[in-house]
């Protein structure tokens, strides 16, 4: 069964710090790898990786797949306190169906 | 954002009432889902549409139905509303299959179920 944990579940940081989102996966045939941003209301799409797309980069924000070692990092470097939210990784396998991880609550201390 | 409107924007409701939930997208995209968020779960999908009168079941289909009788509107339906069915309702779309491009999602609605 296709799978995806992130970790850590939270993180408090102080503006300016640069932080590392881990989400690791179990799939039986992969297809893509997403990250998404979410505030108060909807999940916002950052990134997708592919096979043929597996570094992406927007700004302060950028991502990496490891389709060797199963996982996907997200970084934010010289975080502020608008990056404060819940990053979502989500998984699109062999089913059409994307599987979402629980997500990793960021909070970004002025 | 992606033109998706969900409503209504938040709803009480008393358990064994029918409820229905209502998305509207303005993209012309084939694809919609329906997913629950809960606090431990993050989010899971109920049901998808991949055309016109085309659904299939997701994770968590359990108590919910949906038709799609317009490209721009996914209703999902709530048979008979259970205090487990207390959720976050998101509604998402894409232009093609989960996967191969990016879902955009609505603004969401609270249902709660007493």
């Known amino acids: 069964e296709d799978k995806v944990v992130q970790s850590p579940l939270s993180l408090v940081v102080h503006e300016g710090d640069t932080v590392t989102l881990n989400c690791s996966y179990e799939v039986t045939n992969f297809r893509s790898l997403l990250w998404y941003k979410q505030e108060k209301k909807a999940p916002t799409f950052l990134f997708m990786l592919?096979?043929?797309?597996i570094e992406k980069k927007s700004g302060r924000l950028s991502s990496i797949l490891d389709k060797k070692e199963l996982f996907s990092i997200l970084n934010i470097t010289a975080t502020q306190t608008g990056d404060s939210a819940i990053y979502l990784c989500a998984l699109g396998g062999a089913t059409n169906k994307l599987i979402f991880g629980t997500g990793t609550l960021l909070a970004v201390q002025p | 954002d992606a033109g998706i409107t969900q409503s209504p924007r938040h709803k009480v409701t008393e358990t064994g009432t029918p409820v229905t939930l209502r998305c509207h997208q303005t993209?012309?995209?084939?694809?919609m889902y329906w997913y629950r968020q809960d606090p431990g779960h993050g989010l899971r999908l109920i049901h998808y549409s991949y055309g016109v009168k085309d659904t299939d079941k997701g994770e968590v289909s359990d108590g919910y139905s949906v038709s799609r009788s317009k490209t721009e509107d996914f209703l999902l339906t709530l048979e008979s509303a259970t205090s487990s069915q207390t959720s976050v309702y998101f509604c998402?779309?894409?232009?093609?299959?989960?996967?191969?491009?990016?879902?955009?999602f609505g603004n969401g609605t609270r249902l709660t179920v007493t």
């Open positions: 592919t096979s043929s797309g």
């Open positions: 998402a779309i894409s232009e093609r299959g989960q996967g191969t491009t990016p879902l955009h």
């Open positions: 993209e012309n995209h084939r694809y």
